[in-house]
């Protein structure tokens, strides 16, 4: 019975990367960006992308990194009514002193942790003052 639990916590985890992954794509985030914000390999995105019935392991890094991407969206989805803003923001140059005139996009797309969760603060806030 274990392995039938482990199976479908890795084929969860596939949903939640794939939905991370389109969320990625819909903010017009490159395959390296995409990359280097979920740390995971080409491989694995192309796996992924391509079968929808792939599962994946991940460590505690990545879905964390998942979970925040999806937490991003979800909060752009509060912030903004229109579809267009949910998915513009993330590629728009921002002047906030945390950004200092590059899009939250790049900042994610550095790769390090502290950028992606720093990133999903700053969008955070943006919720609370709406």
């Known amino acids: 019975m ?8 890795q084929n969860q ?4 990367l794939r939905a991370a992954m389109r969320i990625l794509d819909g903010w017009n985030a490159t395959a390296e960006q995409a990359s280097r914000i ?22 505690l890094d990545q879905q964390q990194r998942i979970s ?3 937490n991003i969206h979800a909060s752009l989805r509060t912030v903004f009514a229109n579809q ?3 998915q513009g923001f993330p590629s ?31 969008i955070e806030t943006l919720q609370q003052a709406s």
């Not at 274990?2 to 916590?9: H, N, P």
């Not at 985890?13 to 939640?16: D, E, T, Y």
């Not at 979920?38 to 694995?44: E, K, Q």
């Open 13 to 16: 985890l596939a949903v939640g």
């Open 38 to 59: 979920l740390r995971i390999s080409t491989v694995t995105r192309q796996k992924v992308s391509r079968d929808s019935n792939a599962s994946v392991r991940l460590d």
């Open 84 to 86: 267009e803003n949910v």
């Open 68 to 70: 925040l991407v999806l």
């Open 92 to 122: 728009l140059e921002n002047a906030n002193d945390f950004f200092e005139g590059r899009s939250p996009l790049e900042v994610m797309a550095q790769g390090d942790m502290i950028s992606l969760y720093e990133t999903y603060r700053h």
């Open 2 to 9: 274990k392995a039938a639990s482990a199976e479908l916590t």
